[in-house]
């Protein structure tokens, strides 16, 4: 028996990747490159083909849950941190011995409205969700089934 789907929160500014950038990118697949947060990056080590991501623009107007996607492939090192050129350029990081990785992702669907953040923070059963945590500041995080499931609902599918 495998491991049960797990759920998880990705943040991107619009500004830098939005739902509609994944929305018109081949296959409607990405990378998810250039995160730079020890934690975040342990988070997406942890997840596994299948698992399913709110996608959430982060520094909007309002900030907002805006859909779903899923994991296509594992985490895997991201070629980013070794471009000198690359503003996620790391001098720590090599190819023989990466400290960064990155997880692909395709888009599942686009909420027909996005849920804005106040919105969330006014569910009761979104009280410890990791997102409305004062302070966290993550751009990769776990979700717990219910909330996902409340998510869902509230976004109407």
Known sequence: ??????????????????????????????????VRNYQA???MREMKIG???????????????VGVAEVVREAYPDPTAFDRKDKHFDPKS???????DMVDIKLVRKFAAP???????????L???????????LSVQPVRSEEWSRILSLAGT
């Open 127 to 137: 009280k410890r969700m990791e997102l409305l945590r004062r302070g966290s500041r």
């Open 115 to 125: 849920l804005p953040l106040d919105l969330l923070r006014r569910q009761p059963g």
């Open 51 to 65: 698992d399913q991501i709110l996608f959430y623009h982060s520094n909007a107007d309002p900030p907002a849950v």
């Open 1 to 34: 028996m495998g491991a049960a789907r797990r759920y998880w929160l990705m943040k991107s500014e619009p500004s830098a990747f939005s739902i509609e950038d994944l929305q018109k990118a081949p296959g409607q697949r990405t990378c998810w490159d250039g």
């Open 94 to 100: 090599s190819p023989a011995k990466p400290t960064w």
């Open 41 to 43: 990056r342990n988070y």
